[in-house]
């Protein structure tokens, strides 16, 4: 197998292919690891911790008898850290690992030659000199990138994407972040708690594609740490002033037109796959509207040698999502498995604090699948653990099939809510029912415990329940 690109769907595609005893070619033009470790999920959630705990510091007088302070934050030493923390992982979890099971590694562009019926892979070094490969079977990884609209004035704006934004050296007075997706709102929040002053602008709800309980207590959550949120507001053209160095924004906002000043602009707005320069039409594989690779449930493309894995299929964007195809992608090539992606009981989860946590059918996916469903939302001030934590804001909610009981999504915002998402992935897996969660064993003062509850308030009035009932 010849697979291009080298990210998280790479490295799982790879390990089964060699568990297989095949041959692997690895291709990759930039740098090895992909987007999560490189620029995604590890540097985020690094520079999140870090942020939390600045705010932590700030945010102690919630505990009578306690006093703590924060500093200005040294942006140089912060990503200094973040850049060793990826470098280690980088080198332990894929440089290491590709030397460990020995498949090869080839740096430079790779692009799809030959004919649909005898593709070929054309590998071209950094030095310019080429290669030729012919593989049983090719395997795309190449990802996704930022997408930036096209606003009139954003090119020569020096706008921050989620990639560059944690590359600053110096932290900025004031950000605009346009967008109201995971991106945007774990990147409003981080740089909100290093010390900026963050205005988001967003075209409907915060994390629109949630339940809307959740948009409103993020709502909250941010206006409570001075975040300020623009809704109905759609970006129109951007310019930076030459004197002051800042950025004034036009966006039209519920039908009218405002103006908002900046020091740096972060465009949060989605992400494309990434396949140009592949040369996928020389061998028969069909791309969709926004480039990427056409796949079916199997993940095979319309060439029956080449198939896809990750962000490059524009299925859910989780690193996880993508080394479950890397690895379902190889059996299928190899074994003729014929094994199908499910994404039914796919835990998401977006690390604000509190964090946004969700598995399987929102109420309105329920509706719309024409399930006669039921409904509960428990404020966090019912869950013990939220209130000797002393945060209570936010929510868990379950969403039940009504003639049956049966669990058909989970959604929470609450400290801790992806391990809450996590508990709920085994509950919809097993098929389980509000009552039997409901009369489950669940610790006391932990988060979980609140999914019990929750679960509970479908038969009872949890505000008449002493504190372990």
């Given at each position: ?5 080298s ?7 790879a ?29 985020s ?13 700030l945010d ?9 302070a ?5 942006m ?7 850049a060793?923390?990826v ?30 019926q ?37 090119e ?12 600053l ?5 004031s ?7 995971y ?14 002053k963050?205005?988001m602008?967003v ?7 949630e339940?809307p309980e ?6 909250g ?10 809704r109905?507001?759609?970006l ?14 036009s966006?039209?906002?519920?039908g009218?037109?405002?103006?908002f ?9 989605g992400?494309?796959?990434v396949?140009?320069?592949?040369g ?18 199997c993940?095979?493309t ?9 962000d ?6 989780f ?8 690895a379902l ?17 796919l835990?998401?989860?977006?690390f604000t ?20 469903c039921?409904?509960r ?7 013990p ?13 379950v ?12 959604a ?11 508990a ?15 009369a489950?064993?669940?610790p ?26």
């Open positions: 197998m010849a697979i291009v690109g990210g998280g769907g790479a490295f799982a595609a390990i089964r292919a060699v568990g297989l005893g095949k041959r692997v070619l690895m291709v990759e033009r930039g740098t090895v690891g992909g987007t999560c470790v490189n620029t995604g999920c590890v540097p959630k690094a520079l999140l911790a870090a942020a939390e705990a600045r705010h932590v510091a102690s007088v919630r505990f009578p008898g306690i006093a703590a924060a500093g200005p934050v040294d140089p030493a912060l990503i200094g850290g973040k060793a923390l470098e280690g992982m980088r080198t332990e979890k894929y440089i290491d690992l590709a030397a460990d099971y020995g498949w090869e590694m080839a740096q430079g562009d790779a692009s799809f030659t030959g004919t649909p005898a593709p070929l892979l054309r590998v071209t070094s950094t030095e310019g000199t080429a290669r030729t490969i012919e593989a049983g079977h090719y395997l795309v990884a190449t990802g996704s990138a930022p997408w930036i609209p096209p606003v009139p004035g954003l020569d704006s020096g706008y921050l994407t989620s990639t560059t934004a944690m590359e050296d110096e932290l900025p007075d950000l605009l972040v346009v967008g109201g997706g991106v945007a709102l774990e990147m409003a929040q981080l740089f909100s708690r290093l010390g900026s963050v205005t602008l075209r409907s709800r915060l994390a629109s594609h339940e959740a948009s409103k207590a993020l709502a959550v941010f206006a409570d740490e001075g975040i300020r949120v623009i109905r507001a759609v129109d053209s951007v310019q930076r002033d030459d004197a002051s160095g800042m950025l004034s924004v966006a039209t906002v519920a009218g037109k405002e103006t000043k900046a020091a740096r602009l972060l465009v949060a707005t992400r494309r796959p396949t140009e320069g592949l996928l039409d020389a061998v028969g594989v069909k791309t969709g509207g926004s480039g990427q690779v056409v796949v079916d449930s993940l095979a319309s060439n029956p040698r080449i198939w896809a894995a990750g490059v299929t524009g299925h859910r964007e690193v996880y999502v993508a080394a479950a195809h890397g992608a190889v059996e299928n090539a190899f074994t003729g498995a014929s094994k199908e992606i499910d994404y039914r009981f835990p998401r989860v977006t604090g509190p964090a946004l946590a969700a598995v399987g059918m929102t109420e309105k996916d329920a509706v719309a699948a024409g399930i006669r039921d409904c939302v428990l404020p966090l001030e019912y869950v653990r939220a209130v000797v934590n002393r945060d209570t804001r936010g929510f868990i909610k969403v039940a099939e009504l003639d049956t009981g049966r669990i058909l999504g989970i929470a915002v609450a400290r801790d809510a992806g391990e809450l998402a996590a709920g992935v085994y509950m919809l897996e097993a098929g389980m029912t509000t009552g039997q969660v409901a489950a064993w669940s006391y003062l932990t988060m979980a415990e609140g999914l019990r509850i929750a679960c509970k308030a479908f038969s009872t009035d949890v505000t008449k329940l002493s504190c372990c009932a």
